[in-house]
């Protein structure tokens, strides 16, 4: 088996045990975490982290954030989208120049862009399902990356369309690939509180009124 195929197994079924959030950077060493963080827990102590480190992310840990982010559900099981990698510091900074709040692009090792491919969706007003099928993605990454010991934050593009001509004029998109974000990843260099958001009044039973 490929070293890096490997490494994608052992780090997903690190994720899959819950051996998370152990700051361990190599793909080998996600298999001896000590810290035993449960999904749940993960799940609540996720947080954008927008300063890094210049640690570089590892080929092996990349690709253990692509294969959690396709393992997303999606509508039909149709998996419409592609993933841009972006590790060249001169990309990053022209994609960082494009908008104020994606300064952390600027300072990040590491970017990915999930794109929609709306080919691959469904014909017709449920072709829009790729925005949910992306989100699904984008999420999925986010959590892997923090069990990894990374930091990300989310940047927003579709549906702010001077952000997506902006990533078109750069990268000459196909017209059916629409970018839905670009994620900032690195080694964090900052360590910001989860914020709070459960509230009880945002829940309704059985009824609205
Ligand atoms: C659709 C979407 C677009 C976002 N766009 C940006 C952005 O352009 N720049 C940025 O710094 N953060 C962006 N964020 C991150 C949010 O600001 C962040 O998720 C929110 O403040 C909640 O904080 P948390 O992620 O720490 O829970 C975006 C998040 C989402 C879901």
Redesign the pocket.
């Known amino acids: 088996m490929r070293t890096t195929a490997l490494c994608g197994l052992v780090a997903a079924i690190s994720i899959l045990a819950g051996m998370s959030s152990c700051g361990k950077t190599e793909c080998d060493k996600a298999a001896a975490c000590d810290a035993a963080v449960s999904p749940y827990e993960n799940i609540m102590t996720r947080?954008?982290v927008?300063q890094y480190t210049d640690q570089k992310v590892s080929a092996g840990a990349v690709d253990s954030l692509l294969r959690a982010a396709m393992a997303a559900p999606t509508a039909g099981n149709k998996q419409p989208w592609k993933f841009l990698v972006l590790d060249d510091r001169a990309v990053l900074d022209s994609v960082a120049a494009m908008?104020p709040?994606?300064a952390?692009v600027g300072r990040a090792p590491l970017a990915i862009i999930v794109c929609g491919d709306k080919e691959l969706g469904f014909p017709g007003e449920a072709n829009d399902f790729w925005i949910q099928d992306c989100s699904a993605a984008t999420e999925n990454l986010l959590l892997a990356a923090h069990s990894m010991g990374l930091g990300a934050?989310?940047?927003?593009a579709y549906p702010a369309m001077e952000r997506v001509a902006g990533l078109n004029r750069f990268f000459h998109f196909p017209p059916t690939i629409v970018p839905l974000?670009v994620v900032a990843i690195g080694y964090p260099a900052e360590t910001?509180e989860?914020?709070q958001k459960f509230k009880p009044e945002n829940v309704k039973y059985n009824k609205w009124q």
């Open positions: 947080t954008s927008r908008a709040a994606w952390p934050v989310w940047c927003g974000n910001p989860p914020k």
